[in-house]
């Protein structure tokens, strides 16, 4: 097994702080907004599940393993977007709310793809 440590790093931060967010936006919905209950545990499931997954590929078996794990963080960063512009666009999360969370979630995007990106590149050149 290979550690991987990135703890101090900006994708191992900005993906828990992410996750942090949207437990806090999930703890917000009100009792009325339980008609869209199951949209609101998917966001919360997938959008803690990119931190979850960016602190697993730290304990990665291979460099491969690592990138797998990273894909799996973008998988579901994807589908985040997806729950976040949903939610925008029917009223249930305010434009200020919406904005914020995407611009966060954009940038741990866009570090997974870089990350990605660059284990690839190491990969082909050590092959």
Do not use: C
């Not at 997806?82 to 741990?108: I, K």
């Amino acid at each position: 097994m290979i550690h991987y440590n990135r703890e101090g790093g900006p994708l191992h931060i900005k993906s828990y702080n992410f996750a942090i967010s949207i437990v806090i936006m999930f703890l917000h919905f009100t009792d009325n907004d339980w008609k869209l209950q199951s949209v609101y545990k998917q966001v919360l499931r997938s959008g803690t599940s990119i931190s979850a997954n960016v602190h697993e590929s730290e304990f990665a078996q291979s460099s491969s393993d690592f990138a797998f794990k990273l894909h799996i963080a973008l998988k579901e960063a994807n589908e985040t977007m997806n729950w976040l512009n949903l939610l925008h666009d029917t009223g249930y999360l305010s434009t200020e709310g919406f904005e914020s969370m995407a611009g966060d979630l954009s940038e741990v995007i866009a570090l997974l793809v870089s990350s990605i990106k660059t284990i690839k590149k190491n990969n082909q050149s050590n092959n």
